[in-house]
């Protein structure tokens, strides 16, 4: 199982990469592996403004639909129109070209309150 040390995540498998005031989501390699193969991404508008827990993007396998949670609060300020045309990259490449959305951050203690690597892999071990 992939889990990169740089990252953090919380406890439904969303990972936030914090550079400066933008954090960039995806889901884990966890995640991807138990929904299987991925076929629909469904991205948030940009511009919208989520709280922690909110239900943001949808993203969609053979086996099931599956929300994304936001994992901080802020602004949806970028989507990743490469996962709609091509959703098999939340599979590929979960922590790279598979991002699904950018948010500017509100407050980058939320961030310091999500696990760290070595706690989501005790979540998931």
Known sequence: ??????LRYNSSHEWVLLEGDIATVGISDHAQEELTDVVFVELPPV????DVGDPTAVVESVKAASDIYAPISGEVVEVNDAV???PSLVNTDPYGKGWIFKLK??????????LDAAGYEALIG
Do not use: W
């Open 105 to 114: 951050v509100k407050n980058a203690a939320q961030v310091e309150a999500l």
């Open 47 to 50: 511009g919208k403004t989520v």
């Open 84 to 86: 709609e045309a091509d």
């Open 1 to 6: 199982m992939n889990v990169p040390q740089n």
